[in-house]
């Protein structure tokens, strides 16, 4: 078994979008209205958008990949691109999506301490990142990565308002 992950460039916009899109659709569909689904999936994943993150420079995405198959993929936030005003000694974990048949293999994990060996390298304090409080298996998996709920925000999922909780793990 080998595991390799790599930063995303703009020339990985096509699949970025691909992988996006599915692992959204996979992990959200039965929970949430088409209509919502849509309006979402248009907003954050169109082309447009995709690129624009990608060119930011605090931005960052990762894929991973698991015996030369693309798995899942990372995106982490620092400074303004922070979806929260948290401040600079933040890094936050905006994205963290493996594909369903890879789930539970350990690349959730891999993803994860990616994020941190990043906000290591950058001096930051802590991770953050907002996951719906219906997600209940993120929930456990953050949990068990030692993150703590430390607030709420919300996040919209087309014109439905939902509750984000807020969970950090502290960096020593
Ligand atoms: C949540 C997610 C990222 C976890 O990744 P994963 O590859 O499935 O998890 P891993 O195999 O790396 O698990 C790491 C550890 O967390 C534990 N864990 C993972 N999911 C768990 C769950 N639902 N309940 C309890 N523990 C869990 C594992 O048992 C493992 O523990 P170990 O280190 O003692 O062996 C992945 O399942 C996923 O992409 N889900 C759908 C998308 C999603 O919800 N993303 C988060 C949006 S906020």
């Not at 690129?51 to 798995?71: G, R, T």
């Not at 620092?78 to 974990?93: F, H, K, V």
């Not at 891999?110 to 993120?138: C, D, F, P, Q, S």
């Amino acid at each position: 078994m080998t595991v390799k992950i790599k930063k995303c460039s703009v020339e990985d916009l096509q699949l970025l979008q691909e992988i996006s899109i599915e692992t959204f659709n996979d992990t959200f569909k039965d929970q949430n209205s088409p209509e919502n689904m849509k309006a979402y999936l248009e907003r954050a994943f169109n082309a447009n958008q995709l690129e624009q993150d990608l060119s930011n420079v605090s931005s960052e995405f990762y894929f991973i990949y698991f015996n030369d198959e693309l798995a899942g993929y990372l995106k982490v936030n620092r400074n303004d691109a922070q979806s929260e005003t948290m401040g600079d000694e933040s890094l936050e974990i905006e994205r963290i999506y493996v594909r369903y048949k890879f789930q539970g293999k350990g690349i959730g994990k891999y993803l994860l301490n990616k994020a941190v060996e990043i906000a290591t390298r950058h001096n930051k304090k802590r991770v953050w990142l907002g996951v719906w409080e219906k997600n209940e298996n993120a929930i456990a998996f953050y949990k068990k990565m030692d993150f703590v709920q430390t607030g709420n925000h919300s996040f919209y999922m087309g014109d439905d308002e939902q509750v984000d909780f807020i969970m950090t793990k502290a960096l020593i």
